[in-house]
């Protein structure tokens, strides 16, 4: 029960690290192009001279 | 396009004529980002893989001028941020790329807050669903005594965000549709979430041994699932729509009483101002020719498939593509007087006579939510009369609404949509909304309009056999120098011969092509004009020193699949019918080519509306199928409509489904589609409705755990969105038919164009 007492609460912290990063990356606009930023990852970077 | 096969054809460059926009337009539209750097949003509808965007970003950075560009692969558009000073030459630039590009006004793109807080509300809800699960599954597992509880208040507290964010998207539906009067699918969800809530807190607070914290907050993550997917379907075909070309002209130049230019916005134009209309524009507001003669194209406006001749003194309608020859213009009246003003006013009249059509989602819900709790009552009172028992009462009867929420009914109806949707939408179709499917599946006939629709709208030369190879070489050399639609008509019918190059050729707008061969002078064009003395021909002629070489006879294109369109909708017993402005004779030409009884010529566009009304009144369910401008209030006023991507983009916006392909065969497909979602949505009506007939049982005989709840809730789920999974979208073509199909780089793929 005392182990309890404190593993939930870090649970609880961990998944709310999760759900934060997910809205955080949400307002910076990560979502607005899904496809473009699959397919960018397929593109070479061109030599910058 | 060389980068890969292409997948979605958006239009023929050479059918579709629009100009460039000029740099005073782009400067328009542009936005300032402060430091002096400026925005452009263009739309790129050919836009497709890693490659173009690669293409497309290194070709527009490296213009000089331009800050950066960043393409958007989702919604198919480019940002351009640009310094100050001389616009670059962004449309030349894709173009020569091989990318049609329209200009996009970014005050017409607000930004969407509907989808923005539907995926919050799905993150909040998911992270409080997992979590409370997790706490749950413990408590099944056999957590007892202090264990117990100290889950349950946890599970509480993390239900509260998910509540507050949520459940507040139903909890205001469900609200609005109490203040109208009307019971929605969001009022036995909000009542039954809230109740379990209650139920579940006061249960907690008593030591009690059920609490169904996770049945409430799960019931809110699997219906935001569905609602997100319905938005972001919807959202994708609208902005799809948007990112197509504009047929009204965002400005005009004007010429000032002292001589100088001005680019004003259409909206600033007055009447008697003098505006100079370039070769390649529209025709921004009626108005009257002062100075110079050309050919205009009317097909989008009124119908008729011939370009007609201008020359002083003739009136011009706002829409009409001027193709030729510059002309300086008189405004006849102000933009929001004109025939397009006028059009966008009987649409809104068309609209407002349209009965409203009740979602069978919103049908089975009107049912629904009083039979439930009806039920939960009568089951209420029934425990209470056998047992006495309050609190045991209370329980079985928040269980049995619980149980009986509407999981798998809330997803039945959209989950199946949106899978047709993706269906329609690979196959180049895009669909507004879920009830234009459901409207679709209904209908019994099915109008047309002519030009456009039916045909391409770009004439074709028919008589191509019976001219002599040289005079047809010399014909398509002379007429490679003109815009006109019957040049570019004759300079593809004489392609196949080798032609010699032609040193001096000027074309005169509105008569024809001339040119100097030696000392012979050829006219190209008018027969009046190239045959001296007169004539009896009419039409286009070739000439040599005024007498008569050849005549050229031309057919408007038929639309690909057209013919099997009809043979189709004939077999499933449609009537079909054809309104068009053109002429009779043309009208009646293509009717009979296609085997459509019914046909009418010369209809003006309020006819067109109010035919589609008659026919309605007569209790049928009409089809309207238009490209023009003349078609849009047709296309409000029938019981669902559908507009090619080349369409008039008013009549683009009103229509309900629009497709992409050149194909005809989008409308029998569509319809295809939306027979089978119906039949689907029906399947999945009765499964949910099964479903609650074995569970509601189990339930006012009080056997119902938070276990069970959430088994059957989720295996119901489960169930109804495998189900919708099942709908076929259309064939795969063979490589051979899209090989036939697919234009790449300009060049026809195979030997043939698709005649």
């Given at each position: 029960m005392a182990t309890l007492l404190y593993l939930i609460p870090i649970a609880l912290f961990l998944g709310g690290l999760g759900l934060g990063a997910f809205m955080w990356s949400l307002r910076s606009g990560q979502y607005d192009d899904l496809d473009g930023a699959a397919t960018r990852i397929l593109i070479d970077d061109e030599d910058e001279n | 396009m060389s980068c890969c096969a292409p997948t979605e054809i958006v239009s023929d460059i050479e059918r579709v004529e629009h100009s460039t926009p000029s740099p005073e337009e782009m400067l328009l539209v542009s936005r300032t980002l402060g430091d002096g750097i400026r925005q452009s949003d263009l739309s790129v509808p050919g836009v497709h893989c890693g490659a173009c965007i690669q293409k497309i970003e290194s070709a527009l950075s490296k213009l000089e001028g331009v800050a950066g560009a960043r393409v958007n692969l989702s919604t198919?558009?480019?940002?351009?941020?640009?310094?100050?000073?001389?616009?670059?030459?962004?449309?030349?630039?894709?173009?020569?790329?091989?990318?049609?590009?329209?200009?996009?006004?970014?005050?017409?793109d607000k930004k969407d807050e509907a989808l923005a807080e539907l995926i919050r509300a799905l993150g909040i809800s998911g992270f409080a669903a997992a979590n409370i699960m997790l706490l749950s599954v413990s408590v099944w597992s056999g957590a007892e005594g202090a264990t117990r509880d100290l889950f349950h208040w946890v599970s509480a507290l993390i239900a509260i965000p998910a509540l507050a964010v949520a459940g507040r998207i139903f909890f205001r539906s469900a609200w609005s549709g109490l203040k109208h009067g009307r019971a929605n699918m969001d009022l036995p969800i909000s009542i039954g979430v809230l109740l379990a809530y209650g139920m579940s807190l006061y249960e907690t607070v008593h030591h009690g041994e059920h609490a169904y914290f996770d049945a409430s907050v799960t019931l809110l993550f699997f219906l935001l699932i569905g609602r997100t997917l319905d938005h972001v379907m919807r959202e994708r075909a609208r902005e799809a729509v948007k990112g197509l070309a504009r047929l009204a002209a965002r400005g005009a130049m004007v010429l000032r009483p002292d001589g100088s230019r001005d680019y004003m916005p259409t909206e600033e134009?007055?009447?008697?101002?003098?505006?100079?209309?370039?070769?390649?524009?529209?025709?921004?507001?009626?108005?009257?020719?002062?100075?110079?003669?050309?050919?205009?194209?009317?097909?989008?406006v009124s119908g008729e498939s011939a370009p007609q001749n201008v020359a002083p003194g003739a009136t011009l309608r706002a829409g009409t593509l001027n193709l030729t020859g510059p002309l300086t213009i008189r405004a006849l009246a102000a933009a929001k007087d004109s025939f397009l003003a006028e059009m966008v006013r009987m649409m809104e009249a068309a609209e407002g006579g349209r009965t409203v059509y009740r979602r069978i989602a919103d049908r089975a819900s009107a049912l629904y939510a009083p039979l439930v709790h009806l039920t939960?009552?009568?089951?209420?009172?029934?425990?209470?009369?056998?047992?006495?028992?309050?609190?045991?009462?209370?329980?079985?009867?928040?269980?049995?609404?619980?149980?009986?929420?509407?999981?798998?009914?809330?997803?039945?109806?959209?989950?199946?949509?949106?899978?047709?949707?993706?269906?329609?939408f690979e196959s180049g179709i895009m669909v507004k909304d879920g009830s234009a499917m459901e409207r679709l599946a209904e209908i019994d006939t099915v109008v047309f309009d002519k030009t456009g629709t039916l045909t391409v709208g770009a004439p074709r030369l028919v008589n191509a056999d019976a001219i002599q190879p040289q005079t047809l070489a010399l014909a398509a050399a002379m007429a490679a120098h003109s815009r006109h639609p019957l040049s570019k008509a004759i300079a593809k019918g004489g392609a196949a011969a080798p032609h010699q190059a032609l040193a001096d050729t000027r074309e005169l707008p509105g008569y024809g092509v001339e040119a100097r061969v030696g000392e012979n002078l050829y006219?190209?064009?008018?027969?009046?004009?190239?045959?001296?003395?007169?004539?009896?021909?009419?039409?286009?002629?070739?000439?040599?020193?005024?007498?008569?070489?050849?005549?050229?006879?031309?057919?408007?294109?038929?639309?690909?699949?057209?013919?099997?369109?009809?043979?189709?909708?004939?077999?499933?017993?449609?009537?079909?019918?054809?309104?068009?402005?053109?002429r009779p004779a043309a009208v009646e030409k293509l009717s009979a080519a296609l085997g459509i009884q019914a046909f009418r010529a010369g209809v003006l566009p309020g006819e067109k509306a109010d035919r589609v009304a008659k026919l309605t009144a007569d209790g049928r369910k009409v089809l309207m199928v238009g490209d023009g401008l003349n078609d849009a209030p047709a296309l409000v006023a029938a019981h669902v409509s559908i507009a090619p991507a080349t369409a008039a983009d008013v009549g683009r916006n009103a229509a309900d489904f629009v497709f992409l392909r050149e194909s005809l065969s989008a409308v029998p497909l569509a319809m295809r589609i939306s027979?089978?979602?119906?039949?689907?949505?029906?399947?999945?009506?009765?499964?949910?409705?099964?479903?609650?007939?074995?569970?509601?049982?189990?339930?006012?005989?009080?056997?119902?755990?938070?276990?069970?709840?959430?088994?059957?809730?989720?295996?119901?789920?489960?169930?109804?969105?495998?189900?919708?999974?099942?709908l076929k979208g259309a064939a795969r073509p063979t490589i051979a038919q899209a090989a036939g199909n697919a234009k790449i780089g300009g060049a026809t793929l195979g030997s043939m164009e698709p005649v």
């Open positions: - | 198919k558009r480019v940002s351009v941020r640009w310094r100050e000073g001389k616009v670059p030459p962004l449309f030349e630039t894709l173009e020569r790329l091989g990318y049609e590009a329209h200009l996009f006004d970014p005050a017409a134009i007055e009447p008697g101002m003098r505006l100079l209309l370039a070769a390649g524009e529209r025709v921004p507001v009626d108005a009257e020719v002062e100075v110079g003669t050309s050919d205009l194209d009317c097909s989008l939960a009552f009568l089951t209420f009172l029934g425990w209470m009369a056998v047992s006495g028992d309050l609190h045991r009462s209370v329980t079985i009867a928040i269980a049995v609404l619980i149980i009986t929420c509407p999981c798998a009914l809330g997803l039945a109806v959209p989950i199946v949509q949106v899978v047709a949707a993706r269906r329609l006219r190209l064009g008018r027969a009046d004009w190239a045959v001296s003395g007169g004539s009896a021909e009419t039409g286009t002629v070739l000439s040599k020193n005024g007498e008569l070489l050849a005549g050229f006879e031309f057919e408007d294109r038929l639309r690909d699949g057209a013919a099997e369109t009809v043979r189709q909708l004939a077999n499933g017993g449609v009537q079909m019918e054809v309104l068009s402005g053109d027979k089978d979602s119906g039949r689907l949505i029906r399947q999945n009506l009765t499964l949910a409705v099964g479903y609650n007939a074995i569970a509601v049982p189990i339930a006012i005989l009080g056997h119902v755990t938070p276990l069970v709840a959430a088994l059957a809730m989720s295996l119901s789920s489960i169930l109804v969105v495998a189900n919708a999974l099942r």
